[in-house]
T-cell receptor
Framework: AQSVTQLDSQVPVFEEAPVELRCNYSSSVSVYLFWYVQYPNQGLQLLLKYLSGSTLVESINGFEAEFNKSQTSFHLRKPSVHISDTAEYFCAVSSRIQGAQKLVFGQGTRLTINP | EAGVVQSPRYKIIEKKQPVAFWCNPISGHNTLYWYRQNLGQGPELLIRYENEEAVDDSQLPKDRFSAERLKGVDSTLKIQPAELGDSAVYLC?????????????FGQGTRLTVV
């Protein structure tokens, strides 16, 4: 079985500052890793995913995450945040065999951007 | 393509009353999921369908929850009778083997409040 720990429930930052949202996972098998974003009153949207290959993956809106197998981490970073990045961010893990058929989510990190 | 559609968006009911949620997945997606998201938590899988067959319902509280996907397309999740602790957001998602089971698409959710 897999599990996910998001180490911060809330992260307040100022606009244009860098941010890191931390995610650690546990699994006895090879995994896929995901970051989903949930804007206020919206459903979850896939932000980025690690499947294989390069351990650094990027989203279209400037976020990136790095898969670190030795530290079992998949932290999400952005060098300069915008007010529109205010949302809740969920890290998720699945086994490679099951993929999206068996996503296990973390508790979420609420990112608040202050002007 | 149209996304996952859920209705209603919001529902307020008194405890012990029945309630039903409806989901229309993305066209062609044969896998459908119901998740429950408690306040301040990540989503948790309730049930997964492959076409009309429920292949993973281990987390569904079967004493009061039921689900169906009669024609392998739309799905309904029912709670009868509802309890105060059922207040949550109920999310529907769908996925397809065309993407190698690496992405689940979520609807906007139904926010249930039991009073």
């Amino acid at each position: 079985a897999q599990s996910v720990t998001q180490l911060d429930s809330q992260v307040p930052v100022f606009e244009e500052a860098p941010v890191e949202l931390r995610c650690n996972y546990s699994s006895s098998v090879s995994v896929y890793l995901f970051w989903y974003v949930q804007y206020p009153n919206q459903g979850l949207q896939l932000l980025l995913k690690y499947l294989s290959g390069s351990t650094l993956v990027e989203s279209i809106n400037g976020f990136e995450a790095e898969f670190n197998k030795s530290q079992t981490s998949f932290h999400l970073r952005k060098p300069s945040v915008h007010i529109s990045d205010t949302a809740e961010y969920f890290c998720a893990v699945s086994s490679r065999i099951q993929g999206a058929q068996k996503l296990v989510f973390g508790q979420g990190t609420r990112l608040t951007i202050n002007p | 393509e149209a996304g996952v559609v859920q209705s209603p968006r919001y529902k307020i009911i008194e405890k012990k009353q029945p309630v039903a949620f409806w989901c229309n997945p993305i066209s062609g997606h044969n896998t459908l999921y119901w998740y429950r998201q408690n306040l301040g938590q990540g989503p948790e899988l309730l049930i997964r369908y492959e076409n009309e067959e429920a292949v993973d319902d281990s987390q569904l509280p079967k004493d009061r929850f039921s689900a169906e996907r009669l024609k392998g397309v739309d799905s309904t999740l029912k709670i009868q009778p509802a309890e105060l602790g059922d207040s949550a957001v109920y999310l529907c998602a769908s996925s397809s083997p065309d993407r190698g089971w690496t992405e689940a698409f979520f609807g906007q959710g139904t926010r249930l409040t039991v009073v």
